[in-house]
């Protein structure tokens, strides 16, 4: 599959702060986006996925949204703790294919 | 979701010999693929596992090299063959849940080849 662009590559925040992490798709067919944190030494693990009918979905304090006609979609973390911190991936996946095709990861690190 | 397990955990290997690593689920679930995760890299796909079928395998990864196998509907086998040092990953078993489609990940195998 084409590749997702995921910005930034690092990102440091201080607790209680806000995160956003932003990924761009260039293929039209993409119906599915989910966001994985990963955490050393672990499997990457589901933290909110959103479908293409849908441009936000939020949980706790967690929410993801997406904008199909700029093809790109975004994670927001609020209020920020340090077991916060990890890598997360996002993901895509296009209409008539399984599996899901990642960004490059963004390393984000909440300072106590 | 599902609950994945991987064995081994980890190992260290010589180059040129196999290891194979193992995927267990909890439930029985139709999709099954193996990814591999390079030293602070990103996820990318080897290939797609279903039980009863072939797998399928991405460009630039081979059956000869990867050879997977798919018994049943709740576990399957990753072999990594002729390892060299450019094998050093982490090894990732997912499967696609029966609800609503979402993917699970296994904990990751990781392989460091000497």
Redesign the interface.
């Known amino acids: 599959g084409e590749n997702v662009e995921q910005h930034p590559s690092t990102l440091s925040v201080q607790e209680g702060d806000s995160a956003v992490i932003k990924c761009t798709y260039s293929d039209s067919a993409s119906n599915?986006f989910?966001w994985?944190k990963q955490e050393l030494?672990?499997?990457?693990?589901?933290i909110i996925?959103i479908r293409s009918n849908v441009g936000e979905k939020k949980d706790q304090r967690i929410a993801v949204t997406l904008n199909k006609t700029a093809k790109h979609f975004s994670l927001h973390i609020t209020e920020t703790q340090p077991e916060d911190s990890a890598v997360y991936?996002c993901a895509r996946r296009e209409g008539g294919r399984?599996?899901?095709?990642?960004?490059?990861?963004t390393r984000l690190q909440v300072q106590p | 979701?599902a609950v994945?397990s991987q064995k081994p955990s980890r190992d260290i290997c010589q180059r040129g010999t196999s290891l194979t690593i193992q995927c267990q689920v909890d439930s029985q679930v139709t999709?099954m693929?193996w990814y591999r995760q390079q030293p602070g890299?990103?996820?990318?796909?080897i290939a797609?596992a279903n039980q009863g079928s072939e797998a399928t395998y991405?460009s630039g990864f081979v059956i000869d090299k990867f050879p997977i196998s798919r018994p049943n509907l709740t576990f399957s086998t990753l072999t990594v063959s002729n390892m060299s040092p450019e094998d050093s990953s982490i090894y990732?078993c997912s499967v696609?849940g029966t609800g609503d489609?979402?993917?699970?990940?296994?904990?990751?195998t990781?392989l460091t080849v000497l």
């Open positions: 599915y989910p994985y030494g672990k499997g990457p693990q589901l996925d991936f399984r599996a899901l095709t990642f960004g490059s990861g | 979701s994945i999709m693929f890299q990103s996820l990318t796909l797609t991405e990732l696609e489609n979402e993917q699970f990940f296994g904990p990751g990781r």
